[in-house]
């Protein structure tokens, strides 16, 4: 009752005789500008960008129900999403879509990590644990990246360790017995920073509510393991490694469920090492990024039925093994309104398949320059660049030959930023995507 009087005659107040009112000044919030660093290879303020750049950043993927990339793409609308029977989805973009089966130079939508090829395609084997943020690129950036960038490119972040040293478990329970424990540690203790993960899940198979059982719609367990460490020295110098390893133990492939198999399945891996060195003189302007990387990716088909890759129905298991290897290395200068990047890019891939007695071997050196100017006080952006690809394909054994290609990517992007919240921006780009091997230099 006491509180209904007071209110009264507050109002009271403010009717007859406004009452003083006393004005708190807030401090101003200062919001930091979002960094993306798949654009143009180099770090840049999102508002600077000519092309059109999606992110899903930290506390979006903490807070999502997705398992893994393909999951969490779907939950965002990120494209289209095709999830096939089993762990293996693909992703597409502007009309074009990743290749699930085989390297990812099959592809017509390119899967980074760390800016780098993740040598596949499929991106129901990359996890979303130990990951900082997801960079989406929609259009074609060849010139950056080379093959296979045409309807966009999807670069996966993974997280460096920053602040206090700190251990973190987590477990999840649902339908159908899945479950799924993880294991992490994050932080930085003087010049070394750290993050890691390590996660295994497993699910059942379906059943129906009259008790029917749909055989390999489940999996014996998933396992993921992620690493980034780092060591900075002098000032501005870094020294990493990163370390991924993915594999599906008897990940279910039902193919047609009317035929309900009981031993159709697949094991899938997904491994990679990379070392790198990041340098700075903010002196000078310059900027540079060293990196090498190894990695491999297997797909093992056990009793194919109906969907056997070798046209066989035999029940004898199928498997394609593709190693990858690649080097990058870039240089940036900036001065005043002017930013130049130049680098060269160097990737090979070694195919084997159990199908086909002959092997193909890829190489791929490439050459890019790119750059950028900022006018009106950096409401006006220029960016362009230029990337030359030389394809090299050799087939060891069977029927073929050694063939190569080559592609020159031309780019050029303009923005004005309007208003704080309007911007305007052109693009032209080129894309393409190197013929395979038995495209290229098969014999038949």
């Not at 010139?143 to 309807?151: F, R």
Request: charged share 25%.
């Amino acid at each position: 009752m006491s509180s209904l009087i007071g209110l009264l005659v507050v109002l009271g107040c403010l009717l007859i005789n406004p009452c003083p009112v006393i004005a708190v000044k807030s401090s101003p919030v200062s919001v930091m500008e979002e960094v993306v660093v798949t654009a143009s290879r180099i770090e840049e303020k999102e508002k600077e960008l000519t092309v059109n750049v999606t992110v899903i950043d930290e506390e979006e993927i903490k807070n999502s129900s997705a398992k893994d990339l393909g999951e969490l793409m779907a939950e965002k609308g990120i494209g289209h999403i095709h999830k096939y029977p089993g762990s293996l989805t693909s992703v597409g973009i502007r009309g074009f879509r990743t290749e699930t089966h085989g390297n990812d130079l099959q592809g017509y939508v390119l899967v980074l990590v760390d800016g780098r090829r993740a040598g596949t395609g499929n991106v129901a084997k990359i996890l979303t644990k130990n990951i900082e943020r997801i960079e989406i690129i929609r259009g074609p950036a060849s010139v950056q990246y080379g093959s296979a960038a045409v309807g966009g490119v999807i670069n996966i972040i993974t997280k460096r360790g920053k602040g206090k040293p700190s251990v973190f478990v987590e477990g999840l329970l649902g339908s159908y017995g899945f479950e799924q424990g993880t294991v992490g540690f994050q932080g930085k203790y003087q010049s070394l920073d750290f993050s890691g993960s390590f996660t295994r899940e497993k699910m059942d198979d379906y059943d129906t509510a009259d008790g029917e059982e749909y055989h390999n719609t489940g999996y014996n367990g998933k396992k993921n393991a992620s690493l980034n460490l780092g060591v900075e020295f002098l000032k501005s110098h870094r020294l990493g490694l990163i370390y991924r390893n993915f594999y599906g133990d008897e990940v279910g492939s039902p193919g047609y469920l009317s035929a309900n198999d009981l031993d159709d399945y697949t094991n899938e891996k997904n491994r990679s090492l990379d070392f790198s060195y990041d340098g700075v003189l903010h002196e000078l302007g310059l900027s540079w990024k060293l990196r090498h990387f190894r990695g491999k990716d297997v797909d093992k088909w056990v009793d194919p039925t109906g969907s056997d890759p070798s046209g066989r129905d035999n029940g004898i298991p199928s498997k394609r093994t593709t190693t990858q290897e690649g080097v990058q290395a870039q240089l940036s200068f900036e001065r005043g309104i002017g930013t130049i990047t130049g680098g060269y890019d160097w990737v090979n891939y070694e195919i084997e398949t159990s199908w086909d007695p002959q092997e193909s071997e890829y190489d791929n050196p490439a050459y890019f320059l790119l750059a950028k100017l900022r006018l009106l006080d950096k409401r006006l952006i220029l960016s362009g660049g230029l990337r030359y690809d030389l394809y090299e394909v050799e087939v060891k054994g069977g029927q073929g030959r050694d063939e190569d290609d080559t592609k020159l990517s031309p780019r050029v992007g303009l923005s004005f930023l309007a208003t704080e919240f309007l911007k305007l921006r052109v693009n032209y780009g080129e894309a393409f995507k190197m013929p395979t091997a038995d495209q290229l230099a098969a014999d038949y």
